[in-house]
């Protein structure tokens, strides 16, 4: 069973699912020439998919055209079910990054074919996650800053701020139609910037605050 931690706790939390929520940054959504969707768009990864700080991502011979996602990553702390907005922070128990790797090729010849697309988000290594950030050292999930280097280049970053669908109001939605429970982690959305990456590459990943403190991060390579 995977794991992750909160930072200064020594508990081991068992992951129950991981809840992904697309096409949540207006940019993002530009550069992929999608449409902007009325109500959340989310879908789900097996808890194989979970890579630790430091692990690798390996990639599948499959497909050709491997994406990275940079994200906020919200650690649920009990169960809830159509939970309101005003209440639903209180359901988080920290905060942290992710990063969502996206077989892209395999993706866009599900969607042309009106066919699920699992397989091009949820293979084994394609969900690196931090550890997490207490939610009481973050006062506010919108003020955040998520960032992402590949081979010490700044590829994605942006704030929190931007989110179309903000944590709250995914967690209320989300809840209507699937009860959330301790250990789930929730994927936000990534801003703009995706790209390819290849064997080799190594991604750094990092969730600041507003005044640039450094939350949480995560370092990953491929292979």
């Known amino acids: 069973m995977k794991t992750v931690k909160i930072k200064g706790s020594n508990d081991q939390i068992p992951v129950g699912k991981i809840v992904c929520v697309g096409q949540n940054y207006a940019a993002h959504i530009k550069e992929m020439k999608a449409e902007t969707p009325t109500s959340p768009v989310f879908f789900l990864k097996p808890t194989t998919a979970i890579v630790p700080s430091g692990g690798e991502v390996v990639l599948p011979s499959i497909s050709h055209d491997v994406h ?17 907005p005003t209440s639903a922070l209180d359901y988080v128990a920290g905060y942290g990054v992710g990063l969502d790797m996206t077989l892209r090729d395999l993706q866009a010849e599900a969607k042309k074919k009106g066919l699920p697309w699992t397989l091009a988000k949820g293979f084994d290594t394609s969900a690196p996650l931090s550890d997490f950030v207490a939610s009481k050292q973050v006062m506010n999930p919108g003020t955040l800053t998520v960032q992402l280097k590949v081979n010490g280049v700044v590829r994605q970053q942006s704030g929190t701020h931007d989110l179309i669908f903000p944590v709250e109001k995914l967690i209320a939605y989300i809840s209507q139609f699937v009860t959330l429970e301790k250990g789930d982690v929730m994927f936000t959305g990534t801003p703009q910037g995706v790209a390819q990456v290849k064997s080799g590459d190594i991604l750094e990943a990092s969730l600041s605050d507003s005044s640039g403190t450094l939350l949480a991060s995560l370092s990953t390579h491929i292979r």
């Open 68 to 84: 990275h996602e940079v994200e906020l990553t919200v650690l649920i702390g009990k169960e809830g079910k159509n939970i309101a």
